[in-house]
Nanobody, 114 residues
């Protein structure tokens, strides 16, 4: 089982990034997929969640209107489009899969700084 995140990096405030998480080793379409983030000295928090069919979506209040989660079950991939990034969005972003088991990726660093 693997969840491999990519797309992180350094971006200026107001910029955009698109994170991807490629899954393998399990039935991706059966799992609820989420993005979490953890900033230095803070607890890990839920950013966005999408259900199996891609129609039930939830966002943290802090990212509503700026971030968009989506999934492509044919490609075993979940995405997080992040627009209008703020300094406070700086964190390690993790992909998570939940159903009969709970899997986590290794994380990708997102740094928002001028």
């Amino acid at each position: 089982v693997q969840l491999v995140e990519s797309g992180g990096g350094l971006v200026q405030p107001g910029g955009s990034l698109r994170l991807s998480c490629l899954a393998s080793g399990f039935t991706f379409s059966s799992y609820i997929m989420s993005w979490y983030r953890q900033a230095p000295g803070k607890e890990r928090e839920l950013v966005a969640r999408i259900n199996r069919a891609g129609q039930g979506i939830n966002y943290a209040d802090s990212v509503k209107g700026r971030f968009t989660i989506s999934r492509d079950n044919a490609k075993n991939t979940v995405y997080l489009q992040m627009n209008s990034l703020k300094v406070e969005d700086t964190a390690v972003y993790y992909c998570s899969a939940v159903w009969t088991s709970n899997y986590w990726g290794q994380g990708t660093q997102v740094t928002v700084s001028s």
